[in-house]
């Protein structure tokens, strides 16, 4: 079976199953070979309102045209989500389908002179994906919901609490909204504090823009899919630890941390993928979360000649940062009745 029998409607998802196991990686190649012109200026304010007109009236055409041809799966909802960084003078084309991913797509974009940028990658949230993706009830736990400001959905909001609960289209999105803000405000922080993750430009309510870590023809390829000689994997697992580490230092684990989130060019590395970033503190699962991620590491770059001690370096960062649970602290607290200790 290709598909979820509760989606018949859907073929979208259907085209997204297809694509998943057919063609991953073939849209770089065939987009290369439908090369169209592109698309240089800025459009007038007249014509990106008629565009703008036009697309809500067919719900398909959204917005500029793009180098990049949008699969039938993709044209319903690509041009609208990207769009916005069109019009933002952002980006100028989408050049390419880099990865489907779990749960996104990234494309390939050529970026607006003004950013400072050749290439920027455009991570597109695939619509549903809520249905398909696992549970995500790990990642919840002492989590707020944030609204597209970034700001916590408040519990009397009921309205959309209950919309959340039952997953209707609302919730959906409102949960989509939550997860790219915790992405982007991820990687605002990670990328100020000077850690090798991409640095995040723009967000939409589906969307990332962040820097492309690759050519004009290549996307770094993962961790996963490289193979490293013995010098190199000793720099890149210090590297690598050495951001688990500095994200410790601001309060976050990432929480899915893998070779297949650790992208490789030109002898660095990037850390990727951050929505379901976990707090050090008030997550249950945070030592657990940590310990996967540290374990996975380790066992790559073990296995690429640079020994790693999964166990020793989880233990050695947790006692660091987070040396007793609240409510442990809470008891040592009450036990010495301490009055003031401002830095804990
Ligand atoms: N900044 C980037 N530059 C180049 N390729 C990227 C970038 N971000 C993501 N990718 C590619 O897209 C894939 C999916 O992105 P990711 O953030 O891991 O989303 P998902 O949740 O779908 O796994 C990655 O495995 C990688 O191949
Ligand atoms: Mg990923």
């Not at 190649?29 to 007249?46: C, D, G, M, S, V």
């Not at 916590?152 to 309205?159: G, L, S």
């Not at 790559?300 to 790693?308: I, K, L, S, V, W």
Request: glycine content about 6%; some cysteine; aromatic content about 10%.
């Amino acid at each position: 079976m290709l598909y979820d029998t509760n989606d018949h409607d859907d073929h979208t998802d259907r085209y997204s199953e297809y694509e998943d196991r057919f063609d991953p990686l073939m849209t770089d190649r065939q987009a290369r070979r439908k090369r169209k012109p592109k698309a240089k200026h800025a459009p007038k304010k007249a014509e990106a309102a008629l565009r703008e007109e036009v697309a809500e009236l067919s719900g398909l055409e959204g917005g500029f045209r793009t180098t990049y041809k949008p699969t039938l799966f993709e044209e319903s909802w690509l041009p609208a989500s990207l769009g916005q960084f069109y019009d933002q003078t952002l980006i100028t084309d989408v050049l390419a389908r880099v990865r489907g991913g779990k749960e996104a797509n990234v494309y390939r974009c050529a970026a607006h002179p003004l950013t400072g940028q050749m290439l920027l990658a455009a991570k597109v949230y695939r619509p549903r994906m809520f249905r398909q993706i696992r549970d995500d009830s790990l990642y919840r736990d002492g989590r707020a919901v944030l609204d597209g400001a970034g700001k916590e959905v408040r519990a009397r909001d009921w309205r959309l609490r209950k919309a959340l609960e039952n997953r209707s289209d609302l919730g959906v999105q409102a949960a989509q909204t939550s997860w790219l803000m915790y992405e982007y405000s991820a990687l605002m922080t990670l990328h100020k504090a000077g850690a090798r993750v991409p640095q995040p430009f723009a967000i939409s309510p589906n969307a990332l823009l962040i820097s492309y870590v690759g050519d004009e023809t290549l996307a770094a390829p993962s961790l996963s899919d490289v193979s490293l000689d013995a010098s190199e994997a000793r720099y890149l697992r210090d590297v690598a630890l050495g951001n688990i580490e500095l994200m410790l230092q601001h309060d976050m684990i990432h929480g899915d941390l893998s070779p297949y989130n650790i992208l490789y060019w030109e002898g660095e590395i990037t850390l990727i993928d951050f929505p379901q970033v976990v707090a050090l503190r008030g997550n249950q699962q945070a030592a657990a979360l940590l310990r996967r991620d540290v374990t996975r590491v380790c066992a790559y770059f073990t296995a690429q000649g640079a020994p790693c001690d999964a166990e020793r370096e989880f233990a050695r960062l947790w006692q660091r940062y987070l040396p007793f649970t609240a409510k442990e602290i809470e008891a040592e607290m009450s036990r010495y009745d301490v009055e003031e200790d401002e830095d804990r």
